[in-house]
């Protein structure tokens, strides 16, 4: 079954406290993207990558780090410093930046 | 930068009745537009896109340059039409990392 999945489904982390969430796709895309959605607001464009072992800030990359290391696998941290991490975190793929977006399930994160 | 503006939140329509989103853009050249779908418990969606001009559930969008808009168009609405969407757009001078509205949540009532 090809696409994208995400984890956890939902996520808590305590004040502080790093979290990371998983990305993995199987559809052999070269470009991944993650999304914070927010009531009202959208989405809005957290990191991309175009490539492997290479990514790029987008509108609101403070308080997240991303790596990619593999081609199917893109993960997010949400760090100490950003200060309102409460939000529904979307993964993208798709195989290159012109084309449509494959999205995953998403990840609900809460702040205890 | 580019924008993409949805101008309603909400949008109310009775079954039957023919619906209009409304999307429009901030960009001077040949743009990338996409109309996206999330349905209730659903993952987000591609619904269509201008360059393949095709119809997808009864909906069709146009590009219009001169209106700088991609309104999304259906002459029949369906109560499963009842969903998110949302508008993105994508230019050459961003890395055609698109760029997506708030969107508008259609909602079709019985």
């Known amino acids: 079954d090809g696409g994208i999945t995400q984890s956890p489904k939902y996520l808590f982390r305590k004040e502080g406290q790093n979290v990371t969430l998983s990305c993995e796709q199987n559809l052999n895309h070269d470009a991944m993207y993650w999304y914070r959605q927010d009531p009202g607001q959208g989405l809005r464009l957290i990191y991309y990558?175009?490539?492997?072992?290479?990514?790029q800030k987008g509108d609101i990359a403070e308080g997240y780090s991303v790596s990619r290391e593999k081609k199917e696998s893109f993960p997010l941290t949400v760090t100490s410093a950003q200060k309102n991490p409460t939000a529904f975190y979307l993964c993208a793929s798709s195989p290159g930046t012109l084309w449509a977006q494959h999205f995953g399930d998403g990840t609900r994160l809460s702040i205890l | 930068a580019q924008r993409v503006t949805q101008p309603e939140k909400l949008l109310s329509v009775f079954k039957g009745a023919p619906v209009e989103l409304k999307c429009n853009y901030s960009?001077?050249?040949?743009?990338?537009l996409f109309w996206y779908v999330q349905y209730s418990r659903q993952r987000l969606q591609l619904l269509l896109r201008h360059i393949s001009r095709e119809s997808i559930k009864g909906f069709t969008a146009d590009l219009n340059k001169g209106e700088t808009s991609f309104h999304l168009k259906k002459p029949f609405a369906q109560e499963e039409d009842s969903a998110m969407y949302y508008c993105?757009?994508?230019?050459?001078?961003?890395?055609?990392?698109?760029?997506f509205g708030r969107g508008t949540s259609l909602i079709v009532h019985p």
């Open positions: 960009y001077s050249g040949s743009p990338e």
């Open positions: 993105a757009l994508s230019v050459p001078g961003g890395s055609y990392i698109p760029t």
């Open positions: 990558s175009q490539i492997v072992n290479d990514f």
